[in-house]
């Protein structure tokens, strides 16, 4: 009964998206205020049914309701009750549900903070969301249902694939999709803004919240997807150039060239078309990303199921928003008028660099992903773009971006002296060198590449630190008054401080981990040791273990480093016997500078265990540098000026540095 | 160049390094071996998602780790491995796709939308400094302007 109601409370969404997507729409264009109010309150009460919807979901799942498929096809009555809960988005059905979930979200929040925004432009955003909504839910409704029913009602589900048992997986989802649906806010923005033929700076500082929730949702999301498939897949490989990845990567992208055009669109009202631009293709990638995910054309651990109908259906939504967007942009792009003056070395020159390599790397991911499938389909020959292709595109497109990454916020808006902000970096600079010296002369395994590397990570880390020492005048003031400086700062500048700083760390961790990583790959049997790098594994002792809904085989393994005794550490492998699958569960030890990588594998037939272990420097970086610059979007988010429901201008607050 | 590039993306590449060689795989050669698994990262594993036969323990990936080491020890250069490999499998086998007619697009386009974008703006700051650049009233327009704030004048 309560399913029933579940379905019927979607059904009644995609009806209230339907008067959301026209009503308010028509009321902007006649000025009729009454008509316009009319958004608020269908966003709202959207969001409150498809929630009802996706709570109606999770009790089925979490009471085991066999008699829905869904649940059927996806849950155990044996499963722990979080991946009960996961494996509600761990399917097509469910995670479109969340996907609209989401998007209901979003709307509503506009709803109920947007108070300050101009009526005409926020019925125009909300039903411009609306239509989304009704695209997404139609799609649930006719080719991906959640709710259907099975008769007979079976005694026991069928399991969910065990690599998605996951706590990591668990929360990769939600993250993924808060950043991906997160870009229709720019999008809805930025259709709002073609239609009423004006960008203004409050425009582009109501932009810039939503996208960069997004981009920080986005950031956590694909850092979660990569840290599973590093301890999950068994390798210790983070990240593959598959195109599933890839998919959420080129949104990220654009979302980052997004963030900094905004700033200029914001601050100095030049950039407009090109910001609304990438609005567009930034959430264009999120539906094609979707495409591509949930279609079919791939096979992955996320194409739950192909389904034909879905991907041709999915792509005629990908169409009609990406080719609508764009028509509408050519044919009001024109009249939006640029302001903002400026000369080439400046803020705004330094902006557009880094637009246009986001913008080419962009290119590298989508081309190198989608143009096997394009040959394919045009009939050319088969052929595979793989890492190597990347390495040799993306890497060198995005080597510079990164070296003048502290370089551009020490830049003033109109005209820039070059050598002022090269000064302000010389400390960098040198301690740059230093590392990459320090590196040259103390590691002698690896490529000499790598000290530069690491020089890279240390420009990108004291650069993030230089722009803002340079602006609380530290060492140059009273300790004190540096202080009270760094309080004054607006949010906004710690965070891109964070951001840029994990950048560098980031950068570290992929260095180290690519350069220096050592591997021992053996057999062993009970007793037996082998070494990697400085340590040394004993094999005491394999055993079997039950889990909940597995039965693990598990080696337990002795780590010393030079003679010291650091304790057992215990990888698995687990059977899962409802699914028929297995997993390996490597057992992972970080000390924060590096991870000791164990896995074990089967039963050689010998008496012996495959052993497979990697010490892998500074991969703990990489995670922790995406958490840092995510933790530094969430910062820049609590900034005053953007503080949802702030209707007033920080800009009357009186700042003791000059305009960032 | 070629080296420096790939050395480069050696060096900052995002892709795995890690490997799924499985015991007693190796070659007892080292520098063979090290010839191998450069090879292996070049390779795809056939049945799996973008992966290199390097970083897949599916059964066809440890064959193929069998074939590029055979062939190694025969005395094949690295170049006539992939070769073999190609003309067993086709252009498909290779994660680095060939530069051949059908995907000249593919490996342009990344370093087309750098150098046009670049160009392109160039362009822009061109035109807009050029229209930006005041040019002095003609003698026809001076009098017309001197006429308008003549008659606007009283009742400004």
């Excluded at chain 1, 705004?348 to 790397?361: K, P, Q, T, V």
Aim: aromatic content about 10%.
């Amino acid at each position: 009964m309560i399913t029933e109601l579940g379905h019927f409370a979607l059904i009644l969404a995609f009806a209230v998206a339907l008067v959301q997507m026209v009503v308010p729409m028509v009321g902007a264009h006649r000025g009729d205020e009454a008509l316009m109010g009319v958004a608020n309150k269908a966003a709202l009460m959207q969001f409150v049914l498809i929630g009802f919807a996706f709570v109606v979901l999770v009790h089925a799942f979490v009471t085991s309701d066999f008699s829905l498929k869904l649940v059927n096809d996806n849950s155990h009555s044996a499963k722990p009750l979080i991946y009960k809960i996961s494996g509600v988005w761990a399917n097509h059905e469910g995670s479109m549900v969340l996907w609209v979930l989401i998007l209901a979200l979003y709307g509503a929040l506009v709803a109920f903070f947007g108070s300050n925004l101009p009526s005409v432009l926020r019925a125009r955003v909300l039903a411009v969301q609306g239509s989304i909504g009704v695209a997404f839910l139609g799609f649930i409704l006719i080719t991906s249902n959640p709710f259907l029913r099975l008769s007979p009602v079976p005694f026991e589900g069928k399991g969910l694939n065990p690599l998605l048992q996951d706590p990591g997986l668990a929360f990769h989802p939600p993250f993924l999709y808060a950043g991906y649906v997160g870009l229709s806010m720019a999008f809805s923005f930025a259709i709002a803004a073609l239609i009423e033929g004006r960008v203004d700076a409050s425009w582009a500082r109501w932009v810039r919240p939503w996208t960069l929730a997004a981009w920080t949702a986005l950031t956590v999301g694909i850092a979660m997807g990569s840290w599973w498939a590093y301890y999950t897949l068994g390798w210790g490989g983070y990240w593959f150039w598959d195109p599933v990845e890839n998919a959420s990567l080129m949104p990220w992208i654009i979302a980052t060239a997004l963030l900094h055009s905004a700033i200029v669109a914001e601050k100095r009202g030049a950039l407009k078309s090109w910001t609304i631009l990438l609005a567009i293709f930034a959430f264009s990638l999120s539906l094609v990303g979707t495409f591509l995910v949930r279609s079919g054309v791939l096979n992955s651990v996320h194409a739950f199921a192909s389904d034909p109908l879905r991907g041709v259906v999915i792509l005629g939504i990908v169409t009609f928003f990406v080719g609508g967007a764009l028509v509408l942009y050519g044919w009001r792009a024109p009249a939006l008028k640029a302001e903002g003056m400026f000369a080439p070395m400046s803020r705004e020159g330094a902006l557009i660099i880094n637009n246009l390599l986001l913008s080419a790397a962009g290119v590298a991911v989508f081309i190198g992903t989608l143009y096997p499938l394009f040959l394919d389909a045009l009939g050319g020959p088969k052929i595979t773009v793989g890492a190597p292709f990347f390495n040799m595109t993306f890497v060198p497109i995005m080597l510079p971006l990164l070296i003048l990454v502290p370089l551009g916020p020490l830049l003033g808006w109109k005209r820039a002296e070059l050598v002022a902000a090269l000064e302000r970096l010389m400390g960098a600079g040198a301690l740059a060198v230093l590392v990459s010296l320090c590196v040259l002369a103390f590691v002698s395994k690896g490529p000499w590449l790598a000290a530069l590397g690491m020089g890279l990570a240390t420009w990108l880390v004291v650069g993030a630190f230089a722009e803002f020492a340079a602006r609380i005048s530290l060492f140059k003031s009273p300790l004190g008054v540096s202080l009270r400086r760094a309080r004054l700062l607006p949010r906004a500048q710690w965070g891109m401080a964070f951001a840029h700083g994990g950048l560098g760390i980031l950068v570290a961790g992929l260095v180290g981990m690519t350069a220096w990583q050592s591997e021992l790959v053996t057999a062993l049997k009970e007793g037996e040791s082998a070494t990697v790098a400085d340590y040394t594994l004993t094999l005491e002792k394999v055993g079997l273990r039950q889990g909940p809904n597995y039965e693990a085989l598990v080696g337990i393994i002795r780590v010393k480093n030079d003679g010291k005794d650091l304790g057992f550490m215990m990888p698995e492998k687990r059977r899962f016997p409802v699914e028929r699958q297995e997993k390996t569960e490597a057992a992972i030890r970080t000390n924060g500078m590096s991870d000791l990588y164990v896995v074990i594998g089967d039963d050689n037939g010998h008496g012996g265990y495959t052993v497979r272990a990697y010490v892998n420097p500074f991969a703990p970086w990489i995670w922790g540098g995406a958490i840092i610059m995510a933790f530094g979007g969430l910062v820049s988010l609590s900034d005053r000026r953007y503080r949802v429901g702030a209707p007033t201008r920080a800009r009357s607050r009186p700042q003791a540095q000059p305009a960032e | 160049m070629r080296r420096l590039v790939l050395a480069l993306s050696l060096l900052v590449a995002l892709a795995a390094p890690a490997l799924a060689v499985n015991p007693g795989e190796a070659l007892s050669d080292p520098a063979l071996e090290a010839r191998a698994r450069v090879i292996s990262k070049e390779l795809r594993c056939l049945v799996c998602q973008n992966q290199s036969i390097d970083d897949s323990d599916a059964d066809l990936a440890a064959d193929l780790r069998h074939l590029v080491r055979e062939r190694l020890t025969a005395g094949d250069s690295d170049q006539q491995v992939l070769d073999y490999l190609v003309a067993r499998y086709g252009d498909f086998v290779l994660l680095r796709p060939p530069f051949i007619s059908a995907t000249v697009l593919l490996w342009l386009a990344p370093f087309g939308v750098v150098v046009f974008g670049a160009l392109g703006l160039w362009l822009a700051y061109r035109r807009r400094s050029a229209v930006r650049a005041p040019q002095a009233l003609d003698r026809d327009e001076q009098s017309r302007l001197a006429s308008l704030l003549d008659e606007n004048a009283p009742r400004g």
